[in-house]
């Protein structure tokens, strides 16, 4: 095992760098541990998010001070991680200092540094952490890649395969641009099967696909890759959204059985002018939150589900106006039924959407407890799979993401 020397430069970062190149996932949190004492700080902890954002769990290694995990909703640097700023709880005496410093990739929450210090951070400090945070937040992306050490520290119980195959064929929950924010999040996080999502911002243009393929269990979530193969397939290839539903729907009717379909909703928005695209095969319709209420867009012909078309997909258009969040999801959100029979509905989830706007929760953040809400309503109980993607185009929202 290679021990750590300082970086003659004196700049943890650049140090930090050099160390990276042959740093194994496993030696993550001592080597971050070691490097942060170039930051004049005594101790530092990585936390990364679990798979249902519930707590934040502690990376552990040789030299790192001994942590449990963090629960999201109750603690100092979950509360850094829910308002994705730097957190610097009160010095007590004779105590030391820490700042909890979200991390960051681009705009997608990965979980949170602590810095301990021996002294009272100063905004040098501060700034310096920053940094060092945004650094170690690329390297556990970086590292994920190639090893199971994150994936198994985030999950708090047995992963189905089906939502395995499912978790590993998403994008960031999270992207953001000063043009766009794109914010997804699905639940149950370790049954999920049919349901699933997909984005690209290309240039100008951001491609969005919503998707719920019939049934549970790995025979969806098998379903659901290949249609998201097809899709990727149509995106890159350059073809129109009606083109992309038909390309999806021929490979699903050759590969799986006539009872197997899935519902979907494929939209085209143009950054530089709003105007949204989208075709409609069997799906919810699209929901537009303007203002602090629900637009409804005008009455537009869905097309078959997946696997099941005859004809071609109908093109349908709506104007955004700058500050329009566009609401993607799968039923398993608005049918989602209380104990007493209440479904959750659209005007609660459109209501949802302004209120966690209002308190200034930021958009990852705002799903995270949307889909609490879901499950409250239901008490717990999940009847099906539940997917949502919210498009912000022009809201200014995206400075909340970052550091």
Known sequence: MTTWTPDSSGDPLRSLLRASHHLPAHRLGTVVAEHARELGARDAVVYLADYEQHHLMPVRGDGVPDREPLPVDSSVGGLAFRRVEVTRPPRPDAGDSRLWVPLLDGAERAGVLEVVYDHEPTDSDEELARSFASLVAELTVTRDAYSDVFSRLRRSRPMSVAAEIQWELLPPLTFGSERIVISAALEPSYEIGGDTFDYAV?????????????????????????????????????????????????????????SRFATALLARLDLDTGRLTWVNAGHPAPLIVRDIGLLLPHTCPSSRPLGLQDRPAVECHLQLQPGDRVLLYTDGIVEARSPAGEFFGEERLADFVVRAEAAGHPPPEMLRRLMRSVMDHQAGRLQDDASIVVVEWRTGRDDQLIL
């Open 202 to 258: 290309n240039g100008s243009t951001a491609e969005l696909l919503v998707l719920d393929a019939v049934g549970h269990g790995l025979p969806a979530a098998l379903l659901a890759t290949a249609a998201v193969g097809a899709y990727r397939n149509g995106r890159r290839e350059g073809l129109d959204l009606a083109g992309m539903s038909a390309l999806m729907n021929q490979v699903i009717a050759d590969q799986f059985p006539a």
